[in-house]
């Protein structure tokens, strides 16, 4: 039997909070959650565009929204955040007028705080940006896995799982290959497990990486 359910809805109220919290009406509720898209859509952008890495990772680990009747705050969780500010002093300014613009909030404050994560390879998003860049430059699928895992166990993580899905290497016949290291309990809900699915588009077709980290029980 497949049990496929999303760890992070799973837990949602013991370990697991919201990335967004506001409060609206049913009628209004679809316009608030666009906005919520249409905010994180252009975080994104603007930070592809304005950080050249070598490694292809952006460091967004997650992009927190709260909002008031008069202000909207965003928090971005960063593993790298000197990769936008360094080389540019305007950058979270730039970023603020990018927003603003993609919104056209005239009656609301907007605020965007950018916090830095210790550990930023501990966050499965940003270890998943990193083995898309290393499939992108056609490393193997196998060694892109085992540095994967090597980068978490210096995070002190628990277990790691990492599932890819789709033509690998190129070959005609999709499938999915997957490896785990250590304990990933996604039947007990107080295991805190951090989770994320990726989509990365290659020359021969679109990969889907899954990562399951285990960080630690309550």
């Known amino acids: 039997m497949g049990q496929k359910i999303n760890p992070l809805g799973f837990r949602l109220g013991t370990t697991q909070s919201h990335y967004s919290l506001w409060f609206s009406q ?12 249409k905010i994180r859509d252009c975080i ?23 909002k008031r ?3 909207i705050q965003v928090i971005i969780h960063m593993g790298f955040p000197k990769l936008l500010i360094e080389n540019r002093p305007q950058g979270v300014e730039d970023l603020k007028l990018n927003v ?16 830095r994560i210790a550990k930023p390879y501990g966050h499965p998003t940003i270890l998943a940006e990193f083995i898309a860049g290393q499939l992108k430059s056609r490393v193997s699928f196998r ?18 799982q990492i599932q890819i899905a789709g033509r690998i290497d190129g070959k005609e016949i999709a499938r999915i290959e997957w490896i785990r290291e250590g304990r990933v309990p996604l039947q007990t809900i107080r295991a805190k497990i951090d989770y994320c699915a990726y989509t990365v588009r ?14 630690d029980e309550e």
Do not use: H
Request: hydrophobic share 35%; with cysteine; charged share 25%.
């Open 26 to 37: 049913p009628k209004n509720y679809s316009e608030g959650l666009q906005e919520d898209q």
């Open 202 to 215: 290659t020359i021969y077709g679109v990969l889907g990486i899954k990562i399951w980290i285990f960080i």
């Open 69 to 71: 009747i008069d202000l």
């Open 100 to 115: 603003q613009k993609e919104l056209n909030c005239v009656n609301r404050k907007l605020n965007i705080a950018i916090t």
């Open 143 to 160: 060694k892109a896995m085992k540095k994967a895992i090597e980068l978490t166990e210096q995070a002190d993580t628990k277990g790691i």
């Open 44 to 66: 994104k952008n603007y930070v592809q565009k304005n950080t050249k890495t070598s490694s292809g990772v952006e460091g967004i680990a997650r992009i927190e929204i709260q």
